[in-house]
């Protein structure tokens, strides 16, 4: 479902009472499930702290590292 988006598009996906919140980096999807009345703005915004530390953590980070350690 998310693969499948055009780049153009927007990082949400409503269905029914939830909300898909995603970002891509390089190879890596990071998607959260968020009730639809949440701000999606905000979970961005975590996700995009999430990656940082993660960068910090294991230097440049990638799927491997996320998998194996």
């Known amino acids: 479902l ?3 988006r055009p780049s153009k598009f927007t990082n949400f ?3 029914r009472d939830h909300k898909l919140v995603y970002r ?3 190879g890596l999807y990071f998607t959260l499930c ?3 009345n949440d701000n999606e703005l ?3 915004e975590a996700i ?3 990656v940082e530390i993660l960068d910090k953590y294991f230097g440049s980070v990638c799927e491997l590292d996320l998998v194996f350690k």
């Open 24 to 26: 891509r980096y390089a």
């Open 2 to 4: 998310i693969l499948n």
């Open 34 to 36: 968020v009730d639809v």
């Open 13 to 15: 996906i409503e269905f």
């Open 48 to 50: 995009h702290l999430f």
């Open 42 to 44: 905000a979970y961005l």
